[in-house]
């Protein structure tokens, strides 16, 4: 892997992956999914596998009338775990997606006002819910202002000379150098982009760049 450029912030890294039209044939958010109930599943399925397995796994959900909250409280537990077998820690993740969605009623009453109301700190209170899931949840699902940042991240950032400690000094650093030049950003694009955005697409950015050099997301 090489870069054509020196990269001293976020920003410049940012410039240096649109320049290569990564999400080209990606959705203009880049996550996948056909709405925000698919994102929180996909977010919590996919830790520690391949995107390809969870988009069975979804499949599989959708087949049984199970991308809801009421649904995935009153399934059989079996059924559950049958059904995102190909996302793997199965009997893991079937619990924890029960959990949530009786979490999200109780606390929330209904998904959509969940998506308005909930915060960084209670999704991180949740069984099996780490930074970075958290993140994608609020980032893609209910398109708040987080920068999601991974293992392809850390590798990409080390890559052109910065090393961090922890998930959120990365996520601290990506964050800054995109909010220090939103003037350029602008320009960049041509056009005023929400910041939500902004972060939703230089994480897919990152993710398509690294997968192209043939570097593993690894574990979560």
């Given at each position: ?6 990269i ?12 290569k ?55 059989d ?25 009786k979490?999200i ?25 780490g930074f ?6 609020l980032?893609y699902?209910c398109?708040r ?20 400690d922890?998930y ?5 650093w ?12 602008v ?6 982009i ?5 972060y ?8 398509e760049?690294m ?10």
């Amino acid at each position: 892997m090489q870069l054509s450029t020196k990269i001293s912030n976020s920003f410049e890294l940012l410039a240096f992956l649109k320049n290569k039209n990564l999400l080209e044939n990606h959705n203009e958010y880049w996550w996948p999914n056909e709405n925000s109930f698919e994102i929180l599943i996909g977010a919590i399925l996919t830790q520690n596998t391949k995107w390809i397995n969870v988009e069975k796994s979804l499949s599989n959900l959708k087949k049984l009338n199970l991308l809801s909250l009421e649904a995935l409280i009153d399934v059989d537990l079996v059924l559950l775990i049958e059904a995102i077998t190909p996302s793997g820690f199965k009997n893991q993740k079937s619990q924890r997606l029960k959990l949530l969605a009786k979490n999200i009623i109780d606390e929330f009453v209904n998904f959509e006002i969940f998506l308005k109301e909930v915060d960084r700190q209670w999704l991180l209170k949740q069984k099996g819910i780490g930074f970075e899931t958290a993140d994608a949840i609020l980032c893609y699902a209910c398109n708040r202002e987080f920068m999601v940042v991974d293992k392809y991240t850390q590798k990409l950032v080390s890559f052109v000379g910065f090393e961090f400690d922890n998930y959120e000094d990365l996520q601290s650093w990506c964050e800054y150098g995109i909010n220090e030049n939103l003037d350029k950003i602008v320009k960049l694009y041509g056009y005023d982009i929400p910041l939500n955005k902004i972060y939703c697409r230089f994480h897919g950015k990152i993710v398509e760049f690294m997968k192209i050099n043939k570097l593993s997301k690894g574990e979560e």
